[in-house]
T-cell receptor, first 113, second 110 residues
Framework: DAGVIQSPRHEVTEMGQEVTLRCKPI?????LFWYRQTMMRGLELLIY????????DSGMPEDRFSAKMPNASFSTLKIQPSEPRDSAVYFC???????????FGPGTRLTVL | RKEVEQDPGPFNVPEGATVAFNCTYS??????FFWYRQDCRKEPKLLMS???SGNEDGRFTAQLNRASQYISLLIRDSKLSDSATYLC???????????FGTGTRLLVSP
Protein backbone atom coordinates (compact mmCIF):
# COMPACT_ATOMS: atom_id res chain seq x y z
CA ASP A 1 0.00 0.00 0.00
CA ALA A 2 1.65 3.21 -1.23
CA GLY A 3 -0.74 5.34 0.78
CA VAL A 4 -2.88 6.53 -2.11
CA ILE A 5 -6.58 5.88 -2.48
CA GLN A 6 -8.07 6.19 -5.93
CA SER A 7 -11.74 6.01 -6.77
CA PRO A 8 -13.49 4.57 -8.54
CA ARG A 9 -11.28 1.58 -9.29
CA HIS A 10 -13.24 0.83 -12.43
CA GLU A 11 -15.44 3.10 -14.49
CA VAL A 12 -17.44 2.28 -17.58
CA THR A 13 -19.21 5.15 -19.25
CA GLU A 14 -20.61 6.18 -22.57
CA MET A 15 -19.06 8.63 -24.97
CA GLY A 16 -20.02 12.20 -24.16
CA GLN A 17 -20.46 11.64 -20.44
CA GLU A 18 -18.48 13.48 -17.79
CA VAL A 19 -16.01 11.40 -15.82
CA THR A 20 -14.42 12.40 -12.53
CA LEU A 21 -11.52 10.45 -11.09
CA ARG A 22 -10.46 10.95 -7.49
CA CYS A 23 -7.20 10.66 -5.63
CA LYS A 24 -6.52 10.84 -1.91
CA PRO A 25 -2.81 10.72 -1.10
CA ILE A 26 -1.33 10.45 2.34
CA UNK A 27 -0.65 13.75 4.01
CA UNK A 28 2.80 15.23 4.12
CA UNK A 29 3.69 14.88 0.48
CA UNK A 30 4.83 17.82 -1.63
CA UNK A 31 3.99 16.60 -5.10
CA LEU A 32 1.03 14.91 -6.71
CA PHE A 33 1.05 13.46 -10.22
CA TRP A 34 -1.61 12.20 -12.61
CA TYR A 35 -0.57 9.61 -15.23
CA ARG A 36 -2.35 7.75 -17.97
CA GLN A 37 -1.30 4.32 -19.22
CA THR A 38 -2.30 2.61 -22.45
CA MET A 39 -0.82 -0.27 -24.37
CA MET A 40 -0.02 1.98 -27.30
CA ARG A 41 1.53 4.95 -25.52
CA GLY A 42 2.76 3.49 -22.25
CA LEU A 43 2.80 5.61 -19.11
CA GLU A 44 2.35 9.32 -19.73
CA LEU A 45 2.43 12.19 -17.26
CA LEU A 46 -0.67 14.36 -17.58
CA ILE A 47 -0.15 16.97 -14.88
CA TYR A 48 1.57 17.47 -11.56
CA UNK A 49 1.06 19.69 -8.54
CA UNK A 50 3.46 21.07 -5.97
CA UNK A 51 1.87 22.13 -2.70
CA UNK A 52 -1.54 22.00 -4.40
CA UNK A 53 -0.47 24.32 -7.24
CA UNK A 54 -0.38 22.96 -10.83
CA UNK A 55 3.20 23.12 -12.07
CA UNK A 56 3.19 21.37 -15.43
CA ASP A 57 0.05 20.47 -17.36
CA SER A 58 1.74 20.08 -20.72
CA GLY A 59 0.74 16.44 -20.82
CA MET A 60 -2.98 17.11 -20.62
CA PRO A 61 -4.28 15.96 -24.00
CA GLU A 62 -6.77 18.72 -24.64
CA ASP A 63 -9.29 21.04 -23.09
CA ARG A 64 -11.58 18.18 -22.29
CA PHE A 65 -9.24 17.27 -19.45
CA SER A 66 -8.97 19.30 -16.25
CA ALA A 67 -7.41 18.63 -12.85
CA LYS A 68 -7.77 20.27 -9.48
CA MET A 69 -6.20 19.95 -6.09
CA PRO A 70 -8.29 21.90 -3.59
CA ASN A 71 -6.26 20.68 -0.63
CA ALA A 72 -3.23 18.57 0.24
CA SER A 73 -5.18 15.35 0.58
CA PHE A 74 -7.50 15.40 -2.41
CA SER A 75 -7.27 15.78 -6.17
CA THR A 76 -9.61 15.21 -9.09
CA LEU A 77 -9.12 14.59 -12.79
CA LYS A 78 -12.14 15.37 -14.90
CA ILE A 79 -12.86 14.47 -18.51
CA GLN A 80 -15.76 16.27 -20.15
CA PRO A 81 -16.96 15.06 -22.60
CA SER A 82 -15.35 11.65 -22.57
CA GLU A 83 -14.38 9.84 -25.78
CA PRO A 84 -13.51 6.18 -26.48
CA ARG A 85 -9.84 7.11 -26.96
CA ASP A 86 -9.73 8.21 -23.33
CA SER A 87 -10.02 4.57 -22.29
CA ALA A 88 -6.93 3.84 -20.20
CA VAL A 89 -5.71 3.27 -16.68
CA TYR A 90 -5.28 6.53 -14.80
CA PHE A 91 -2.80 6.58 -11.95
CA CYS A 92 -2.27 9.10 -9.22
CA UNK A 93 1.17 9.23 -7.57
CA UNK A 94 2.78 11.22 -4.79
CA UNK A 95 6.31 12.33 -4.14
CA UNK A 96 8.14 14.20 -1.44
CA UNK A 97 10.55 15.91 -3.78
CA UNK A 98 13.40 13.84 -2.42
CA UNK A 99 15.33 12.29 -5.27
CA UNK A 100 12.28 12.28 -7.55
CA UNK A 101 10.94 9.06 -6.07
CA UNK A 102 7.22 8.59 -6.63
CA UNK A 103 4.66 6.18 -5.25
CA PHE A 104 1.64 5.14 -7.23
CA GLY A 105 -1.95 4.49 -6.30
CA PRO A 106 -3.77 1.39 -7.58
CA GLY A 107 -5.22 3.25 -10.57
CA THR A 108 -8.65 3.73 -12.11
CA ARG A 109 -9.45 1.63 -15.14
CA LEU A 110 -11.63 3.76 -17.42
CA THR A 111 -13.59 2.39 -20.34
CA VAL A 112 -15.47 4.78 -22.58
CA LEU A 113 -17.91 3.05 -24.90
CA ARG B 1 15.67 9.76 -30.35
CA LYS B 2 13.25 8.88 -27.58
CA GLU B 3 14.04 10.21 -24.12
CA VAL B 4 14.11 6.71 -22.66
CA GLU B 5 14.37 3.54 -24.72
CA GLN B 6 14.02 -0.06 -23.64
CA ASP B 7 13.85 -3.40 -25.39
CA PRO B 8 10.20 -4.43 -24.97
CA GLY B 9 11.03 -8.14 -24.84
CA PRO B 10 9.57 -10.42 -23.72
CA PHE B 11 12.56 -12.06 -22.15
CA ASN B 12 11.74 -15.70 -21.50
CA VAL B 13 14.10 -17.29 -18.98
CA PRO B 14 14.04 -20.41 -16.80
CA GLU B 15 14.05 -20.23 -13.04
CA GLY B 16 17.53 -19.68 -11.66
CA ALA B 17 18.79 -17.86 -14.74
CA THR B 18 20.51 -14.50 -14.77
CA VAL B 19 18.93 -11.88 -16.98
CA ALA B 20 19.91 -8.31 -17.80
CA PHE B 21 17.97 -5.42 -19.28
CA ASN B 22 19.39 -2.26 -20.73
CA CYS B 23 17.88 1.18 -20.99
CA THR B 24 19.27 4.15 -22.90
CA TYR B 25 18.43 7.76 -22.19
CA SER B 26 18.97 10.95 -24.15
CA UNK B 27 19.21 13.65 -21.47
CA UNK B 28 22.83 13.75 -20.37
CA UNK B 29 21.98 16.13 -17.53
CA UNK B 30 19.80 13.61 -15.68
CA UNK B 31 21.17 12.85 -12.23
CA UNK B 32 18.87 10.18 -10.83
CA PHE B 33 17.53 7.01 -12.36
CA PHE B 34 15.01 4.40 -11.34
CA TRP B 35 13.77 0.95 -12.11
CA TYR B 36 10.10 0.33 -11.43
CA ARG B 37 8.36 -3.00 -11.54
CA GLN B 38 4.81 -3.38 -12.78
CA ASP B 39 2.79 -6.56 -12.41
CA CYS B 40 -0.08 -7.26 -14.75
CA ARG B 41 -3.02 -4.94 -14.05
CA LYS B 42 -1.24 -3.35 -11.10
CA GLU B 43 0.45 -0.04 -10.43
CA PRO B 44 4.17 0.56 -10.99
CA LYS B 45 6.24 0.08 -7.85
CA LEU B 46 9.71 1.44 -7.19
CA LEU B 47 12.26 -1.34 -7.38
CA MET B 48 15.61 0.44 -7.27
CA SER B 49 17.07 3.92 -7.34
CA UNK B 50 20.43 4.75 -8.91
CA UNK B 51 22.17 7.99 -8.03
CA UNK B 52 25.81 7.18 -8.64
CA SER B 53 27.45 4.36 -10.56
CA GLY B 54 25.16 1.64 -9.31
CA ASN B 55 23.09 -0.01 -6.62
CA GLU B 56 22.63 -3.55 -5.39
CA ASP B 57 19.76 -5.05 -3.46
CA GLY B 58 19.86 -8.80 -2.98
CA ARG B 59 19.48 -10.48 -6.36
CA PHE B 60 19.06 -7.16 -8.15
CA THR B 61 21.88 -4.94 -9.39
CA ALA B 62 21.45 -1.67 -11.24
CA GLN B 63 24.38 -0.05 -13.00
CA LEU B 64 24.74 3.35 -14.59
CA ASN B 65 27.06 4.24 -17.44
CA ARG B 66 26.94 8.01 -17.83
CA ALA B 67 29.42 8.12 -20.71
CA SER B 68 27.26 5.86 -22.84
CA GLN B 69 24.00 7.04 -21.26
CA TYR B 70 22.56 3.71 -20.33
CA ILE B 71 21.31 1.98 -17.24
CA SER B 72 21.17 -1.75 -16.76
CA LEU B 73 19.25 -4.02 -14.42
CA LEU B 74 20.66 -7.45 -13.60
CA ILE B 75 18.52 -10.09 -11.94
CA ARG B 76 20.33 -13.14 -10.60
CA ASP B 77 18.75 -16.48 -9.70
CA SER B 78 15.42 -15.57 -11.33
CA LYS B 79 12.24 -16.58 -9.50
CA LEU B 80 8.80 -17.18 -10.92
CA SER B 81 7.68 -14.15 -8.94
CA ASP B 82 10.07 -11.93 -10.89
CA SER B 83 7.77 -12.19 -13.91
CA ALA B 84 6.64 -8.63 -14.53
CA THR B 85 7.33 -5.59 -16.67
CA TYR B 86 10.37 -3.55 -15.68
CA LEU B 87 10.19 0.16 -16.38
CA CYS B 88 13.26 2.34 -16.75
CA UNK B 89 12.67 5.86 -15.47
CA UNK B 90 14.77 8.96 -16.00
CA UNK B 91 13.79 12.33 -14.56
CA UNK B 92 14.99 15.34 -16.52
CA UNK B 93 17.45 17.21 -14.34
CA UNK B 94 15.86 19.92 -12.27
CA UNK B 95 12.34 18.60 -12.71
CA UNK B 96 10.17 16.47 -10.52
CA UNK B 97 8.44 14.72 -13.35
CA UNK B 98 9.52 11.27 -14.45
CA UNK B 99 9.93 9.99 -17.99
CA PHE B 100 9.11 6.31 -18.28
CA GLY B 101 10.38 3.85 -20.81
CA THR B 102 7.84 1.55 -22.38
CA GLY B 103 9.03 -1.33 -20.24
CA THR B 104 10.70 -4.70 -20.69
CA ARG B 105 8.57 -7.73 -20.04
CA LEU B 106 10.15 -10.66 -18.20
CA LEU B 107 8.65 -14.14 -18.10
CA VAL B 108 10.30 -16.64 -15.77
CA SER B 109 9.24 -20.22 -16.37
CA PRO B 110 9.63 -23.35 -14.20
Amino acid sequence: DAGVIQSPRHEVTEMGQEVTLRCKPISGHDYLFWYRQTMMRGLELLIYFNNNVPIDDSGMPEDRFSAKMPNASFSTLKIQPSEPRDSAVYFCAWGTGDYNEQFFGPGTRLTVL
Amino acid sequence: RKEVEQDPGPFNVPEGATVAFNCTYSNSASQSFFWYRQDCRKEPKLLMSVYSSGNEDGRFTAQLNRASQYISLLIRDSKLSDSATYLCVVPPWGFQKLVFGTGTRLLVSP
